[in-house]
Nanobody, 125 residues
Framework: QLQLLESGGGLVQPGESLRLSCAVS????????IGWFRQAPGKEREGLSC????????KYAEAVKGRFTISRDNAKNTVYLQMNSLKVEDTAIYYC??????????????????WGQGTQVTVSS
């Protein structure tokens, strides 16, 4: 059974950092691209960043470019999202998702097949 489990969320102050983890089980990351998304109350889901299965392709939304960094450790079957300089507007539930078609290139504008349950990130002073 394919599962994704996010962790690392929490409450931080503006300007602080968090690192989210997406641990996958039931499949190998070698064959799946991973995307990070978020959804704030009353807003649509927003794609933030993705990384291809082989790790050579990454993409970032303009809202997080320069602040967030995606990385993966296939040996640990885990993908990370390092979030620096957090802002109040980054408050949302953060999700990771897997796409079997993102072997060489990833995209935030395709349908992802598998989703985690999400982890809450709250940025507040």
């Amino acid at each position: 059974q394919l599962q994704l489990l996010e962790s690392g969320g929490g409450l931080v102050q503006p300007g602080e950092s968090l690192r989210l983890s997406c641990a996958v089980s039931g499949f190998s990351l070698d064959f799946y691209g991973i995307g990070w998304f978020r959804q704030a109350p009353g807003k649509e889901r927003e794609g933030l960043s993705c990384i291809s299965a082989r790790g050579q392709s990454t993409k970032y939304a303009e809202a997080v470019k320069g602040r967030f960094t995606i990385s993966r450790d296939n040996a640990k079957n885990t993908v990370y999202l390092q979030m620096n300089s957090l802002k109040v507007e980054d408050t949302a539930i953060y999700y990771c998702a897997a796409d079997p078609n993102s072997v060489n290139l990833c995209s935030l504008h395709v349908e992802y097949d598998y989703w985690g349950q999400g982890t809450q990130v709250t940025v507040s002073s």
